[in-house]
């Protein structure tokens, strides 16, 4: 079963902090993404990666930024929390079909 | 762009009973189309996919899914629901070729009483 593992379940920051949320893959997916998830907005795409190193812009990138230097790990950087940015955190690989999805983490900024 | 629509942000309905969850899309090109499953404070599931082929798709748990191209629509249906099947619902699109991403309806909330 492909696997994918966010670091942290639940993560409390303060406002202006620089927040690291990490994803780990385990089945070689060459695309991987970050998405947030609000009630009543659905999962709105963040950044993705469809190789190592490389990265676009999703449909909400202001605020945040992402890296990828190895291909099983996707790191999205929020560079300086503020409290509108509270939210499900969703990291997902996938081939050219189907996504599969980690756990989540729920950030707080306080 | 793609865009897909959830009529229903909640669906009541009492356990047993059938149940159908909307989903349209918009896209102007072949798309792959999903059902996505997410249970309270988890990730989401992969309940059921359209690839190609035969348009009605089914999961192990008793959903399915028919594919109407000409409607642009991927519905969602359950003959017997279960309490267990209490969980938010995301139909999502994805471009059959070349780089994508999956884009998601805002999501269906099924709640079941007994």
């Known amino acids: 079963d492909v696997k994918v593992t966010q670091s942290s379940r639940y993560l409390v920051k303060r406002t202006g902090e620089k927040v690291f949320l990490e994803c780990v893959q385990d089945?070689?997916?060459?695309?991987m993404f970050w998405y947030r998830q609000d009630p009543g907005l659905g999962l709105r795409l963040i950044y993705f990666?469809?190789?190592?190193?490389?990265?676009e812009k999703g449909d909400i990138p202001e605020g945040y930024s992402v890296s990828r230097e190895k291909k099983e790990r996707f790191s999205l950087i929020l560079e300086s929390a503020s409290t509108n940015q509270t939210s499900m955190y969703l990291c997902a690989s996938s081939l050219q079909t189907e996504a599969f999805f980690g756990q989540g983490t729920r950030l707080t900024v306080v | 762009a793609q865009s897909v629509t959830q009529l229903d942000s909640q669906v009541p309905v009492f356990e047993e009973a059938p149940v159908e969850l909307r989903c349209n899309y918009s896209?102007?090109?072949?798309?792959?189309l999903f059902w996505y499953v997410q249970y309270p404070n988890q990730g989401l599931q992969l309940l059921l996919k359209y690839l190609s082929g035969s348009t009605l798709v089914e999961s192990i748990n008793g959903f399915e899914a028919e594919f109407n191209k000409s409607q642009t629509s991927f519905h969602l249906r359950k003959p017997s629901v279960h309490i267990s099947d209490t969980a938010e619902y995301f139909c999502?699109?994805?471009?059959?070729?070349?780089?994508?991403?999956?884009?998601f309806g805002k999501g269906t909330m099924l709640l079941v009483s007994p």
């Open positions: 896209s102007s090109v072949s798309v792959y």
């Open positions: 089945m070689d997916h060459e695309n």
């Open positions: 990666s469809y190789d190592v190193k490389m990265k």
């Open positions: 999502a699109v994805r471009v059959v070729s070349g780089y994508s991403t999956l884009t």
